[in-house]
């Protein structure tokens, strides 16, 4: 029996987490054995250049050597304590002190642990009770954000997975990305029951998708308008754009922000902050209940910390990444101009996406156009001749530091073989 198979007959279809399955590109996954800078192998040795970055988190690169240290020190010590430790509270003070915008920040284990309890906390704060969310936009998969909103804009949310209530998808409206029109006519009709309206401020869940010039500003003033909580969903976006995020990098400051991925470095982490009087309304100094056994696990904390510092200390990390990346993303869309092909590419900072649609995509409608056969198709080229891509084509390519020239331009050449 092949490990996939095994996996298949342990593992609902073999994967602890549904993209990984290769399922959208029609291929049985690849078994990953190890990582190392720009590089994944996986268990036959086979070497491939990585634009997944797991998911987002290895801004680094792969196996990054002071991290690695400070985590082996770390584990020499217990791998947790369910009792405080200064670890947490360094990195409480550390994100606070660099982070405008956040002047309290809980730890908990995952971007969808984050989300949830953002959400909860918006809840309690503004005694309100209707989420709005953006078709397209992912924040994880607790019940009340697995809701995409159907065909009627204005109606109340239809839930997206099986197992979702309908009493739960009630409270949640999902609309259109980019579209500030609807978002005041859904603030109009709810008018005084929005509790929070959460975005991911560049959409990088269904392709990369970047909000349109004063899209943010405009949800800001609504939010405001209409005493709802703003919260910016930066999992991804996070330490990633800039070192303070979507926020910074847009000059909008959110109420509160979700974190995860990058702040991990590769641990299950994430993280809620924003102002304080909203952030004291959470147990036990207020009345919103939110508690986790590993929550601040020493190892997550030594990995996530040691990251971000690495990523403060190094002043032209971001530019670095950045500018690399502009080369890549610029090159494809030249190799997509020269082959004249019915692609395009939306990319900012080191996060980007190629679509199989030849017109701009600005939301999950334009998105969902791409051909999803030929992305599959060149997904396989790809990875044939060793340039691992997410295995779906609503997914962001990702940079790290480790991504130099050289290898940049050897993966140009296998997108323009592949395309
Ligand atoms: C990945 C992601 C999440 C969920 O994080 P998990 O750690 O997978 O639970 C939430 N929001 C955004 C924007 C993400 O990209």
Redesign the pocket.
């Known amino acids: 029996m092949s490990i996939f198979e095994i996996a298949n007959k342990y593992i609902p279809g073999g994967v602890n987490?549904p993209v990984r399955a290769f399922k959208a590109v029609d291929l049985e996954p690849i078994f990953i054995d190890r990582a190392d800078k720009a590089y994944l192998y996986d268990i036959n040795g086979k070497e491939y250049i990585d634009y997944v970055c797991s998911?987002?988190p290895m801004i680094l690169g792969h196996n990054n050597e002071e991290i690695r240290k400070n985590v082996i020190k770390a584990c020499e010590k217990g791998l947790s304590y369910g009792a405080t430790t200064k670890l947490e509270v360094d990195m409480a003070q550390f994100i606070c002190e660099n982070i405008e915008h956040i002047d309290k920040i809980r730890m908990v284990n995952?971007?969808?642990?984050?989300?949830m309890s953002a959400i909860r906390l918006a809840r309690g704060y503004t005694g309100k009770e209707k989420v709005i969310k953006f078709d397209g936009?992912?924040?994880?998969?607790s019940d009340s954000m697995l809701i995409q909103a159907g065909s009627g804009l204005m109606t109340e949310g239809i839930p997206d997975s099986n197992g979702v209530t309908k009493n739960c998808a009630i409270d949640t409206i999902s609309i259109p990305y980019n579209d500030l029109d609807t978002l005041e006519e859904v603030f109009n009709k709810h008018k005084d029951n929005i509790a929070c309206v959460i975005l991911?401020p560049v959409a990088?869940?269904m392709g990369v998708v970047l909000p349109k010039d004063g899209y943010l500003k405009g949800i800001r003033e609504l939010c405001d308008k209409h005493k709802s909580l703003l919260i910016f969903?930066?999992?991804?976006t996070g330490f990633r754009l800039c070192f303070g995020g979507a926020a910074k990098y847009f000059n909008i400051k959110p109420d509160l922000v979700?974190y995860?991925?990058i702040i991990g470095a590769g641990m299950?982490v994430?993280a809620y902050g924003g102002k304080k009087e909203i952030m004291d309304m959470i147990a036990p100094s207020g009345s919103v209940y939110q508690a986790g056994t590993l929550s601040g696990n020493p190892i997550a904390m030594t990995a996530g910390l040691t990251q971000l510092k690495i990523l403060k200390e190094n002043e032209n990390i971001y530019d670095d990444i950045n500018n690399i990346s502009k080369y890549f993303f610029d090159n494809i869309n030249d190799i997509i101009k020269r082959k004249n092909l019915d692609c395009s590419i939306n990319y900012i900072g080191s996060l980007g996406s190629l679509f199989f649609t030849k017109d701009k995509v600005t939301d999950y409608v334009l998105a969902k156009k791409s051909d999803t056969k030929k992305y599959a198709s060149y997904f396989k080229n790809m990875l044939d001749k060793g340039v691992y891509i997410a295995p779906a084509q609503f997914e962001a390519m990702f940079i790290s530091k480790e991504h130099n020239k050289n290898i940049i331009d050897k993966t140009l050449n296998i997108i323009e073989e592949s395309l």
């Open positions: 987490s998911w987002g995952s971007g969808t642990e984050a989300v936009c992912y924040h994880g998969h991911e990088a869940n969903d930066e999992v991804i979700t995860g991925k299950p994430g």
